[in-house]
């Protein structure tokens, strides 16, 4: 069962606006709660996590995130958005698989974020 | 800063062929996972390693294999290659496996004819 839904498939902005991009979680799951970003033709990058504390999280490059428990949310903003902000976003939560007993990473299907001139 | 490598960036095989995607990791971590990933289906788990000679299956194992004989290094199988194997594969490593903490290596274009 998908753990991790995020709601937009794309996402086109255009530059200098705010952007935010949706992600709710199964309330099952453990709550620790990331977001990662691919630029084109690269591997993952960690923009934040949430592991517990303060419900506003805060990454790289001007992005931020609030954890929701009652919605079980976690949506991730920016005030700004600027071209080089042009890549696909992946919302992330542990999930424990019971055959060794440890927590994974489960993945969204991923929101590709277009930013316009 | 912890390194995830990858050994192709793009690799064509035939149908029918046996596929080695290879990926080490530099810094002593003890889990490692491959992923498969396909436009508008994110990222799914193929298999993880916690251990030395031990794995895991993730959500979509069939068709897959691993070895794990060293620490740093963590190999996906591809027994007998298939056309619905084309896919992006990613390999990340971290160090406990509390979940959070992966480093992702760039990545495999894999492409079968």
């Known amino acids: 069962a998908q753990s991790v839904t995020q709601l937009d498939s794309q996402v086109p902005v255009f530059e200098e606006a705010p952007v935010e991009l949706r992600c709710n979680y199964s309330s099952s799951v453990s709550v620790y709660l990331f977001w990662y970003v691919q630029y084109p033709n690269q591997g993952l990058q960690l923009l934040l996590k949430?592991?517990?504390?303060?419900?506003l999280v805060k990454g790289i490059n001007g992005f931020e995130a609030e954890f929701n428990k009652s919605q079980t949310s976690f949506h991730l903003r920016k005030p700004s958005v600027h071209i080089s902000d042009t890549a696909e976003y992946f919302c992330a939560v542990t999930r424990k698989y019971s055959g060794a007993g440890s927590y994974q990473l489960t993945f969204g299907k991923g929101t590709k974020l277009s930013v316009i001139p | 800063d912890v390194k995830v490598t990858q050994s192709s960036r793009y690799l064509v095989k035939r149908t029918g062929e046996k596929v080695f995607l290879e990926c080490v990791q530099d810094?002593?971590?003890?889990?490692m996972f491959w992923y498969r990933q396909d436009p508008g289906l994110g990222l799914r788990l193929i298999y993880f390693s916690y251990d030395v000679k031990m794995k895991e299956k993730g959500d979509i194992p069939e068709g897959y294999s691993v070895s794990r004989e060293k620490k740093e290094r963590f190999s996906l199988i591809l027994e007998s290659a298939s056309t619905n194997q084309t896919s992006m594969y990613l390999c990340a490593s971290s160090l406990d496996s509390s979940g959070y903490g992966y480093t992702f290596g760039s990545g495999t274009r894999l492409t079968v004819v």
């Open positions: 810094m002593d971590h003890e889990n």
């Open positions: 949430y592991l517990s504390g303060s419900t």
